[in-house]
């Protein structure tokens, strides 16, 4: 099995795909590749690398621009763009960078290929304002995945409702094509280095007639102290309860939902967990005057606060 980071840093995520595949069923399978723009974070790696024992790997890290260059390339008859592609992708690609030196160079390069369908991120007007190159990975993540490929990919969670731009193109790509396993919504601060609220979405390329199970997980977890921040910290139990619940499908009352592709285009394409719960009414049976003398204060509260 062939794996791949486009932007690995040091490669925890991916290091650890790769001890998962190479104890689990798959037996010592796992051929790691990855690319990073840092030279520092793939001196690091190459260093993890081996001390997981992974040396057939080493010539597979590459310090790079994956966007303007993805440097992993296709044998003969694997691929019809050219570039290599993967059975598994892990990612956790940087939300908010600048790349203005390269943006129409990115633009240019691939604008006749379908490598970034849903369009390159503009420079901002404002000099204080970044640019969301996520959007560019995920695109980069999906044209690297083969026919019958998976990837998990962190993700900014206002990323799975935006209504309009690149989010709601690459969305719409995605459930067209059937390639949706599901989604986690974390807690707020799982990070300790960003404040921004995180999702987990999983690609299932051969998830053409499955179920996608999406899981709101953002009220687990308790809070620490993490040097000057402020991180949310989830248990065992609670990590066992959403491996638990997305591998097995299950329904949990304001948790989780199984839905199908046509009940996300009937939602404008949302994957929000909580859009898809069901709305529970408590009916409690009164009489008439019961019910007029709660008209009758809700009323006159209501013009106290507008006086107020």
């Known amino acids: 099995y062939e794996i791949y980071d486009p932007s690995a840093g040091s490669g925890s995520l991916v290091l650890h795909l790769a001890n998962e595949l190479g104890h689990g069923k798959f037996g010592n399978k796992a051929r790691v590749y990855t690319q990073d723009i840092s030279g520092k974070s793939s001196r690091f790696l190459r260093i993890n690398m081996l001390l997981n024992g992974l040396t057939e790997s080493l010539d597979n890290i590459i310090e790079g621009d994956t966007l303007l260059n993805p440097s992993h390339y296709a044998t ?3 691929s019809t ?11 956790n690609p940087p939300f908010k960078m600048n790349f203005e030196s390269t943006r129409d160079a990115i633009e240019q390069k691939w604008e006749n290929t379908d490598r970034f369908f849903a369009g390159v991120p503009k420079i901002p007007n404002k000099k204080k304002e970044s640019m969301a190159i996520y959007l560019l990975f995920i695109q980069h993540i999906l044209w690297s995945l083969k026919e019958d490929g998976k990837a998990a990919i962190v993700v900014p969670t206002g990323f799975i409702t935006a209504q309009s731009g690149i989010e709601k193109k690459i969305r719409e790509k995605v459930i067209d094509k059937h390639w949706l396993k599901g989604v986690i919504s974390m807690p707020s601060n799982i990070f300790a280095n960003t404040g921004t609220n995180v999702s987990v979405l999983f690609i299932d390329k051969s998830n053409q007639d499955g179920k996608v199970m999406l899981i709101d997980a ?3 977890g308790h809070k620490e102290k993490d040097g000057k921040n402020q991180r949310t910290v989830l248990d065992e139990s609670e990590v066992n309860k959403i491996q638990d619940t997305f591998i097995n499908q299950e329904i949990v009352e304001d948790f989780s939902v199984r839905v199908t592709y046509e009940e996300i285009k009937e939602k404008n394409y949302s994957l929000s967990a909580g859009q898809y719960f069901d709305v529970k009414i408590e009916y409690v049976e009164i009489t008439q005057e019961e019910f007029e003398q709660k008209i009758n204060s809700y009323k006159e509260e ?6 107020e």
């Open 76 to 78: 003969k008859g694997e």
């Open 81 to 91: 763009s050219g570039i290599k592609t993967f059975d598994f992708i892990t990612s």
């Open 218 to 220: 953002s009220k687990l």
């Open 302 to 307: 209501l013009n106290k606060l507008f006086k």
